[in-house]
């Protein structure tokens, strides 16, 4: 298993694009505490890992495991702007090798978007890929510099142990229809 410090710690990095105020940014935040290493240029990101970017369309499942526990690669998160969603993901995935995955679906923790399906923050997220792989207590340490951050757990308990229980990633998938009503979401999107 591939670690990169004596308490098991897995690598995390966020590519911050200064897309909002940097003293609220999740990942700046916890890169200040040491939970995660800050990037501010896409070259000088990790070469092999998975990327958080919630428009891929493929999920964070069992069979990308082994890419960050057994072949050294890293968890990165992309830090954008909602409101820029779609530039940004073009604008890094044209030119970084990493393999884009998105999120199961969780509620968000954060006061922005508190209780919105699927609006995590970097944090929340990078988090969440923690918790899915096994190290719960790496997961929580990112979370720890907010007040907030505990309660991302008690939110998503029973999403976050059924996800991290999957066997394949089809399997995560459909989990995600016995915690939410997607069709309700779907409609709510369209609306808005």
């Given at each position: 298993m ?24 999740t ?18 990101l ?56 998105m ?33 719960k ?20 308990r ?14 995560l ?20």
């Open positions: 591939k670690t990169v410090d004596s308490n098991n710690n897995l690598p995390v990095h966020a590519l911050w694009l200064a897309q909002d105020d940097p003293k609220k940014n990942a700046v935040l916890a890169s200040r505490r040491g939970n995660l290493n800050l990037h501010k240029k896409i070259n000088t990790p070469r092999r890992g998975i990327i958080l970017e919630p428009l891929c369309g493929k999920v964070f499942g069992p069979e990308d495991h082994s890419l960050i526990l057994e072949q050294g690669g890293s968890i990165v998160g992309l830090d954008c702007s909602w409101a820029h969603i779609e530039s940004s993901v073009a604008q890094v995935m044209k030119r970084t090798r990493l393999q884009p995955r999120l199961p679906l969780l509620l968000a923790a954060n006061p922005v978007n508190w209780g919105k399906p699927g609006r995590l923050t970097t944090a929340e997220a990078l988090a969440t890929v923690l918790y899915l792989l096994g190290n207590e790496q997961a929580r340490s990112v979370l720890g510099a907010f007040r907030w951050g505990e309660r991302f757990f008690e939110l998503n029973e999403p976050l142990e059924a996800y991290a229980a999957a066997q394949s990633s089809a399997e998938v459909a989990l995600q229809f016995e915690f939410f009503n997607l069709d309700h979401l779907k409609d709510s999107e369209d609306k808005s």
